[in-house]
T-cell receptor, first 112, second 111 residues
């Protein structure tokens, strides 16, 4: 049963530290999304890749966030430096098209 | 402004009762419409989607949704709720590259 995997599942860090979240999309999927979920803002789209190229990252704070796909089996989301307001659950999703997305279990980030 | 609204933050129904979760959108044209379910500590699972054609869409787990263009609505329904349906439900819309989710409706199922 193919699934999107995300690591780590939980991360606690201190303000100012770099955080790297990883996502392994389902093999063969050519679209990858990063979302952030918080109680206040709900689910927000941060970035969207197709065939490893970023198509839309307008939802991502550019000064501290970066998203990449070094290869077809790995997507990364980095925060440097991290701030307490970045505390959230970060979801990765992949699909053959934007209309069908399979979500990973999420990375729960707490920045102290 | 483009938006997705789920008017009900929390709904409680008895097991076996029918369910309707509301979703309204505000877009210039008909977007693609989705319903997702999220269990605690889990990611989102797609229940069903509407792109075009028949306005009554069947999904997994016995759910269905009806698209009503005149009301800009895409309400989710289930005729008989099971205890395992307790979760958070998200309506989502996609228009061009813009994907937006509603705030979610938490469903509690009473025995």
């Amino acid at each position: 049963d193919a699934r999107v995997t995300q690591t780590p599942r939980h991360k606690v860090t201190e303000m100012g530290q770099e955080v790297t979240m990883r996502c392994q999309p389902i093999l063969g999927h050519n679209t990858v999304f990063w979302y952030r979920q918080t109680m206040m803002q709900g689910l927000e789209l941060l970035a969207y890749f197709r065939n490893r190229a970023p198509l839309d990252d307008s939802g991502m704070p550019k000064d501290r966030f970066s998203a990449e796909m070094p290869d077809a089996t790995l997507a990364t989301l980095k925060i440097q430096p991290s701030e307490p307001r970045d505390s959230a659950v970060y979801f990765c999703a992949s699909g053959h098209s934007p209309e069908t997305q399979y979500f990973g279990p999420g990375t729960r980030l707490l920045v102290l | 402004a483009q938006s997705v609204t789920q008017p009900d933050i929390h709904i409680t129904v008895s097991e076996g009762a029918s369910l309707e979760l509301r979703c309204n959108y505000s877009y210039g044209a008909t977007p693609y419409l989705f319903w997702y379910v999220q269990s605690p500590g889990q990611g989102l699972q797609l229940l069903l989607k509407y792109f075009s054609g028949d306005t009554l869409v069947q999904g997994i787990k016995g759910f269905e949704a009806e698209f009503k263009r005149s009301q800009s609505s895409f309400n989710l329904r289930k005729p008989s709720v099971h205890w395992s349906d307790a979760a958070e439900y998200f309506c989502a819309v996609r228009y061009n590259n813009d994907m937006r989710f509603g705030a979610g409706t938490r469903l509690t199922v009473k025995p």
